[in-house]
């Protein structure tokens, strides 16, 4: 027996109590996963909205300021970029090899959620993302595909040459705050 409000409570009422605390419970779980599912939609829209950003900003670049491979490279112009907007504390993003032939090591994938995403994009997919947690933080760690969007590349890429069009030879690997 359970005293309620000073009323005995019977075995019946103890469960519908049980049955109400229960639903509310869920109700409260499913609230908040629908409030996470959101947050990480939004990381996602973030993602998407950088990706366009840089992406189209380089091929911009590409077209009107390269020349030649003695050109200041687009890649090289934006690695400068990236720090900027990680010191600022915005996002972190790097630019990533597919090949196994990158120009710069550093920008090999690193082992974890890089070479599992590099693979992935490898075998047809255009954007891969994780949900990673940091103590009491969360982040979407996010990787988008970048083929060989012109034939000026290959002018500082031969090894692009050969490869199929619109086969991934890179990516961009995001660190995007998750914030409920
Ligand atoms: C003027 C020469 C030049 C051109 C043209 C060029 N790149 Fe690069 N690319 C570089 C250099 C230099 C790096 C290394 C930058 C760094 O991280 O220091 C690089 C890095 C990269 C990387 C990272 C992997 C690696 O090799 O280090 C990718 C992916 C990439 N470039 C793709 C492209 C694409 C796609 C194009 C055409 C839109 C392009 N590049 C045009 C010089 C060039």
Redesign the pocket.
Known sequence: MLQVSGKWCSAACVLTLCAVGVASYSAASEKATATADAATERARREVRMLDDLYKTS??LI?THY?D?????????A??ALFQAMKDKGWHEVR?????G????????PAEGFEKRAIQQLLEGKTFVDEVVREGDKKFLLAATA?????D??????EN?RDVKKGKA???LGYKVPILD
Do not use: R
Request: one cysteine or more; glycine letters at 4%; proline letters at 5%.
């Open positions: 380089i091929v590409t390269v030649d491979d003695k050109s200041l490279a687009a890649g090289s934006f690695q630019l990533l090899d597919a090949t032939h990158p120009y710069n090591e550093k920008n090999k970048i083929p060989v969007v012109m000026k590349c290959i002018v500082c890429h692009y030879i890179g990516a």
